[in-house]
């Protein structure tokens, strides 16, 4: 049976936890699938880990498209969530042209990179049949503005700007939230406070969802991992048990422990 968005939403209503990892590709789509993952994120992160760009700044929505459309012909049954790239949803107008483009692709739901100011976008595009993610936290896109990869809502008065986009957007309409780089107190206490599905990455064990780039979890990622990273090929035979163990670990809570959390 497919996950679809009403999956998602039972999972936090009974207290359940789901798993998402990226792909990019039709064979990782599937073996994703087949572990039992509960979604796939063809994420704008192929900029670093399939093109070698520095940042994801440089990918396009035709690259974007093309990844989906590779994504949704290996996918068995994993609701597929597609980013929306660099300015893609800088005006509405811009918001709606690029999650078409994804939808039409094979995605089932577009993540934008943003904050309270993405509520608009949101409401057009729920109002359309397109369910939307809405990323907050560090959002890597905005990397140059924010001066690095840094861990976000730290201050009382950010963390408070925060939870209260966090409750704006779930009011505009968005179906899911992500959180990356949040203060573990933080993020519990925006899942606590809305009642669509929050996944994190870099968050918190209490978020409903947790996700990780597949490559950082198979541990074939250049450089020093991220904090929040747990290579799950380390005690694993192959990468489909990789995938498996991950997905054990999110739904039985014992990943991210705290030594990933911020
Ligand atoms: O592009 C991506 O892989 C992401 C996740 C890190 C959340 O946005
Ligand atoms: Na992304």
Redesign the pocket.
Known sequence: MSVTIRTLQKRKQDGEKFSVL?AYDACFSKLISEAGIDAI?V????GNVIQGQSS?VPVTLEQMAYHTECVARGNSGSLIIA?VPFMGAATVERALESSTALMQAGANMV?L?GSAWLAESIELLNRNGIPVCA?MGLT?QAVNALGGYRVQGKDDDSATEMLEAARILEQAGAAML?L?CVPRELSTRITQAVNIPV?G?GAAPECDGQ???MHDMLGISPGKPARFVKNFMTDASDIPSAFKAYHEAVLNVSFPAEEHCF
Request: glycine letters at 6%; hydrophobic letters at 40%.
């Open positions: 990226t994120l994420g704008d992160s192929l994801t980013d993540k990179e990323h890597p992500l990356e996944i990455i996700v990780l780039v």
